[in-house]
T-cell receptor
Framework: GAVVSQHPSRVICKSGTSVKIECRSL??????MFWYRQFPKQSLMLMATSNEGSKATYEQGVEKDKFLINHASLTLSTLTVTSAHPEDSSFYIC?????????????FGPGTRLLVL | GENVEQHPSTLSVQEGDSAVIKCTYSDSASNYFPWYKQELGKRPQLIID?????GEKKDQRIAVTLNKTAKHFSLHITETQPEDSAVYFC?????????FGPGTSLSVIP
């Protein structure tokens, strides 16, 4: 099956710094990738839809200037948490859909656990 | 937009018993109904799904039933095992986006 990777798997940073998370589709090209955030004991909440070669579409309440998304190639999307604060500590998961597939066909990355001190 | 709810939020069963989780959705145009299993600290995994042209689908100990009229679908796990302990999410889809339900934490007691 299709494989999606994320890097790093976990990161600890100081408040005020920026953190970049990478999401890669390893064996297929993904024109669309999705970024989710999951707080402890809560559901996955869609943050934004990342489209290759164009601007990301952010969900209501998600600050686009704080969560920068770049989808520069068909296999890589990056999420940068700028000026991170302790409340940004969460589990960030990406997913990708192969070309010509329905949005229902999503392959999830293993997630990145971010801890902001 | 799509509103997805799950019940119960937590469920404890004895090993070997059955577990049932129900998901309700609001968008009558929905035609794809998946269930995901997420173990602690890991990615969600699709365990079973059903499309609106069938009412029930079974895969070994796992089954999903769909009631489109009432706008709900359910996950059934029979002969539960400790490794079934996890959080289960149903999902809805709207405008090419996945909307996850709030999750059900299942504990299977040995």
């Amino acid at each position: 099956g299709a494989v999606v990777s994320q890097h790093p798997s976990r990161v600890i940073c100081k408040s005020g710094t920026s953190v970049k998370i990478e999401c890669r589709s390893l064996d297929f090209q993904a024109t669309t990738m999705f970024w989710y955030r999951q707080f402890p004991k809560q559901s996955l909440m869609l943050m934004a839809t990342s489209n290759e070669g164009s601007k990301a579409t952010y969900e209501q309440g998600v600050e686009k200037d704080k969560f920068l998304i770049n989808h520069a190639s068909l296999t890589l999307s990056t999420l940068t948490v700028t000026s991170a604060h302790p409340e940004d500590s969460s589990f960030y998961i990406c997913s990708a859909s192969p070309p010509l597939s329905r949005v229902e066909t999503q392959y999830f990355g293993p997630g990145t656990r971010l801890l902001v001190l | 937009g799509e509103n997805v709810e799950q019940h119960p939020s937590t469920l404890s069963v004895q090993e070997g018993d059955s577990a049932v989780i129900k998901c309700t959705y609001s968008d009558s145009a929905s035609n794809y109904f998946p269930w995901y299993k997420q173990e602690l600290g890991k990615r969600p995994q699709l365990i079973i799904d059903i499309r609106s042209n069938v009412g029930e689908k079974k895969d070994q100990r796992i089954a999903v039933t769909l009631n489109k009229t009432a706008k709900h679908f359910s996950l059934h796990i029979t002969e539960t095992q400790p490794e079934d302990s996890a959080v289960y999410f149903c999902a809805g889809f709207i405008a090419d986006k996945v909307i996850f339900g709030p999750g059900t934490s299942l504990s299977v007691i040995p």
